[in-house]
Every structure is written in structure tokens, then in C-alpha cells.
């Protein structure tokens, strides 16, 4: 086993979040149902977007913490639940595919 040196972009994935997952939340939502704008990283980095993904993330049951829509917040953390259990980001999509019946793999939400 060796010890490897995260670098901050890996580190903050796992502290929980980037805006880099926020961004990729909106793509995700927006081609399961409409429910947001498609946001690229710089846009989620620069911008507050972070309500309406939650929103998006509400209309398909999934409760989420988004703390990722301003450079100037001191950092950020997504935190996903269904029904009061936190579950991961994989699994809130699998969720919300399943409630809207609309099963999309990550190549078609991604461009």
C-alpha cells in the first residue's frame, strides 16, 4: 500500500462535493425532465444556481444540500437524501430515474 497525495480538486470530492458535481447535477436534471438549466463548471463556480438544484433535485423526491453556487462561499459540499437517508449522488439519479421512469446512461446527459 502506498501513500498518495490528494490534490485539492480529489480532496474536495472527498469532503462531499464540487462544483463540478453541482454542474453535472444540472445536466443531469435538465435532461431527465427540464427541471434546470445545463450549467458548466465556471457557471456553478462563478454564479448562485444552487436553488434551483434544489428544486430540480425536489421534484424527483430527493431532498439535496447544495453548497456549491458561489467562489466566494468558502468552499462546498452537496448532500443528497431520500426520505430522511442520506444517500450518495449515484444513487439520488437512480432515484429520480426511477420516479420519472426516464432511465438515461451518463453518456446521454453529459455534453
Same mark, same amino acid.
Given at each position: 500500500?502506498?501513500? #498518495?497525495?490528494?490534490?485539492?480538486?480529489?480532496?474536495?470530492?472527498?469532503a462531499?462535493?464540487?462544483?463540478? #458535481?453541482? &454542474?453535472?447535477?444540472?445536466?443531469?436534471?435538465?435532461?431527465?425532465?427540464? $427541471? =434546470?438549466? /445545463?450549467?458548466?463548471?465556471?457557471?456553478?463556480?462563478?454564479?448562485?444556481?444552487? @436553488?434551483?438544484?434544489? /428544486? @430540480?433535485? &425536489? *421534484?424527483?423526491?430527493?431532498? +439535496?444540500?447544495?453548497? $456549491?453556487? $458561489?467562489?466566494?462561499? @468558502?468552499? $462546498?459540499y452537496? *448532500?443528497?437524501?431520500?426520505? @430522511?437517508? !442520506?444517500? =450518495? !449522488?449515484? !444513487? +439520488? /439519479? !437512480?432515484? +429520480?430515474?426511477?420516479?420519472?421512469?426516464?432511465?438515461? *446512461?451518463?453518456?446521454?446527459?453529459?455534453?
Amino acid at each position: 500500500m502506498t501513500n #498518495e497525495i490528494l490534490k485539492d480538486a480529489e480532496l474536495d470530492r472527498v469532503a462531499g462535493g464540487t462544483y463540478s #458535481e453541482t &454542474a453535472d447535477d444540472s445536466r443531469f436534471l435538465n435532461s431527465l425532465n427540464g $427541471s =434546470t438549466d /445545463r450549467y458548466g463548471d465556471e457557471r456553478i463556480l462563478y454564479g448562485n444556481h444552487d @436553488g434551483e438544484i434544489v /428544486r @430540480g433535485w &425536489a *421534484k424527483v423526491g430527493v431532498q +439535496a444540500l447544495i453548497y $456549491s453556487g $458561489s467562489f466566494f462561499n @468558502g468552499g $462546498s459540499y452537496n *448532500k443528497y437524501f431520500i426520505n @430522511g437517508n !442520506q444517500v =450518495t !449522488q449515484e !444513487q +439520488a /439519479r !437512480q432515484h +429520480a430515474m426511477n420516479v420519472t421512469g426516464h432511465y438515461m *446512461k451518463r453518456s446521454d446527459w453529459e455534453w
